[in-house]
C-alpha cells in the first residue's frame, strides 16, 4: 500500500485553512442568531407551524381551539379547565416545551393546594397555578414590547373563521349556529384534521400576529351578526365600554377574546365582543406593523396579509342558522361574504381565492435596531403631489418597493416609492446601496480579522 507523505508546510496550511473556516462558520452564526432575533415573528411562526404538522402527525388531527376537561367552572375554576384549554397547551411538546407539559398534565401541588391534571380553569392566577405563567418564549414576538407588562398572552392567535354567531362555543353548546358557523381552522370541543380543509391547505389560515398590549376591544356590542361595522362604530362612540388592555388573556385560554381571531375585518381593524361576553364578537388580527400582520397558512408557510386586502364591506351579514333571529344573515354553507380575507378563514366553503392577495413575510425590529436605527440621520420626504412631506429616518426598502421610515417619535410607518418625489425616490435607493454596501465592507474587515487572528 502506498502512503501518503506530507510535508510540515501542508499540515500548517491544512491547519491555517481550518481555523479560518471555523472562524468564518462562527461568524456566520453570529450573523444568523441576529437575523433570526430580527425577524422573531416570522421564525416564531414557522416554528409553530412546524409543531401544528409534528402534532398531526402523531396524533392525525390538529389541536382543538379550545378543550380539555368537563369540571371546572366560573364558579368553581380550581375543579378542572372548563374545556377552555387552548391548542398551544397541547401543542407543548412539540414546542420544546415538555417539562412544563409534564407540569400541566399530571396533579401538581403548589402550597396548601392540589391541583388536578390538566390544570384549573386558564383563567386562574399564576400564583395559583404556576404553569399558565409559564408562557412558552415562543409565543412572544420579539417586537412586542409590552409583552412583559402582560406575561401570561400570547403574540398569536388561532384562526375562528369568519363568522359571529356562537363562534366561541363548541357546536353542542351552541342552540342556535350549530356547526354552520364554526367555518375556521378551529372549534371549541371539536377536533379537525387537514382532510377537512377542503379549500387547501395553502388556502387556510391557522394563527395569525396579535398585539398583547395596546388593543382597545369594546364590549357588549349589538347586531355585529347583521353587521360587523357596528363593532367600528361602538369604537367612536363616547359611552362604549372596554375589556382591559391586554384582552385579559392567557396563553393557555382558549376562549376567543384570549387566543382568538376571524377574518371579519381587515388586519388591524377595530374589535368588540358581543353581550355574550369572551366567546363571541369579531375580533380582529393586529401586529406592530402598520400595513397588515403575519399570517400561518395550513401548509406551514407564512405571508404578509396587508390591511388593504379584500375584506368585502364591513356591513355584509354573517353567516346564521336560516331562524332570522339575529336579523339579517347569509345561509349555512355559502361562500364568505368578507372577501379574499373571509375566504381565507375558511376551511370548505370553495371559495376561489387570489394567492396574490397575501405578500412574503416582513422584518420584524427589535428594540435593539430601533436604538441603532434611532441614530440615522432625519431627512425630509416629500410626497410626489409636493403637497406634504414628514421627517423621517430611512430603515428599509422592500422588493415591492415599499420604504419603511422611523419618524421623530420612533414610530414606524410605511411610504411606496411611487408617493415620493422622484428625486426623493432616488436619494432613498441611493442611500439603500451605500449602506447595503457598507455592510458588505462590513464583512470584508471581519474576514480579513479572522486572517490576522490566525
Known amino acids: 500500500m502506498r502512503r501518503l507523505k506530507f510535508k510540515v508546510s501542508d499540515a500548517v496550511t491544512v491547519t491555517v485553512l481550518c481555523f479560518f473556516v471555523l472562524s468564518l462558520l462562527a461568524m456566520q452564526t453570529a450573523r444568523s442568531v441576529a437575523l433570526s432575533r430580527q425577524s422573531g415573528c416570522d421564525n416564531n411562526l414557522k416554528a409553530i407551524g412546524l409543531a401544528f404538522h409534528n402534532y398531526h402527525t402523531a396524533y392525525n388531527q390538529l389541536p382543538m381551539g379550545s378543550g380539555g376537561t368537563s369540571s371546572g367552572s366560573e364558579a368553581e375554576p380550581l375543579r378542572g379547565n372548563a374545556n377552555r384549554l387552548s391548542g398551544f397547551v397541547a401543542l407543548a411538546p412539540f414546542l420544546e416545551e415538555q417539562k412544563l407539559w409534564e407540569q400541566i398534565s399530571n396533579p401538581l401541588t403548589h402550597g396548601n393546594l392540589t391541583l388536578p391534571p390538566m390544570g384549573p380553569a386558564p383563567w386562574t392566577s399564576p400564583d395559583v397555578y404556576p404553569p399558565w405563567g409559564n408562557r412558552p418564549a415562543v409565543l412572544v414576538c420579539s417586537g412586542d414590547s409590552t409583552a412583559s407588562e402582560f406575561p401570561t398572552a400570547a403574540s398569536y392567535v388561532i384562526c375562528y373563521g369568519d363568522a359571529i354567531l356562537d363562534v366561541g362555543l363548541s357546536p353542542t353548546e351552541s342552540i342556535n349556529g350549530g356547526r354552520a358557523t364554526h367555518r375556521g381552522a378551529f372549534i371549541r370541543e371539536q377536533k379537525l384534521s387537514f382532510r377537512d380543509f377542503r379549500d387547501g391547505t395553502a388556502n387556510t389560515i391557522l394563527i395569525s400576529e396579535s398585539k398583547i398590549g395596546g388593543v382597545r376591544i369594546a364590549k357588549e356590542v349589538s347586531d355585529t351578526i347583521s353587521n360587523p361595522s357596528q363593532c367600528i362604530a361602538a369604537h367612536a362612540k363616547a359611552d362604549t365600554k372596554f375589556w ?43 401586529s406592530y406593523h402598520p400595513s397588515g400582520a403575519h399570517v400561518l397558512l395550513a401548509d406551514g408557510s407564512v405571508r404578509f396579509a396587508p390591511n388593504t386586502i379584500d ?41 376561489v381565492i ?20 434611532e441614530s440615522r440621520p432625519l431627512e425630509t420626504w416629500t410626497a410626489a403631489s409636493g403637497k406634504g412631506s414628514v421627517r423621517a429616518r430611512l430603515i428599509d426598502i422592500r422588493e415591492d418597493g415599499t420604504m419603511l421610515l422611523l419618524n ?17 425616490a432616488y436619494r432613498a435607493v441611493a442611500s439603500m446601496r451605500e449602506l447595503k454596501l457598507a455592510a458588505v465592507q462590513s464583512l470584508s474587515a471581519d474576514m480579513k480579522q479572522a486572517v490576522i487572528l490566525l
Open 311 to 351: 375584506a368585502g364591506k364591513p356591513n355584509n351579514p354573517s353567516v346564521g342558522d336560516g331562524s332570522g333571529k339575529h336579523g339579517p344573515t347569509i345561509p349555512p354553507g355559502s361562500q364568505s361574504p368578507y372577501g379574499v380575507w373571509g375566504a381565507l378563514g375558511t376551511r370548505a366553503s370553495s371559495e
Open 244 to 286: 382591559a388592555e391586554g384582552r385579559e388573556s392567557c396563553w393557555a385560554d382558549g376562549a376567543l377574546l384570549s387566543s382568538g381571531f376571524q377574518t371579519i375585518l381587515p388586519p388591524n381593524s377595530p374589535s368588540c365582543t358581543t353581550e355574550k361576553g369572551r366567546l363571541e364578537g369579531v375580533v380582529s388580527a393586529s
Open 408 to 424: 421623530e417619535s420612533s414610530k414606524i410607518f410605511e411610504v411606496g416609492l411611487s408617493k415620493l418625489t422622484s428625486e426623493d
Open 354 to 373: 387570489k394567492v396574490q392577495a397575501l405578500l412574503p413575510p416582513v422584518k420584524t425590529l427589535t428594540k435593539d435596531e430601533l436604538r441603532s436605527y
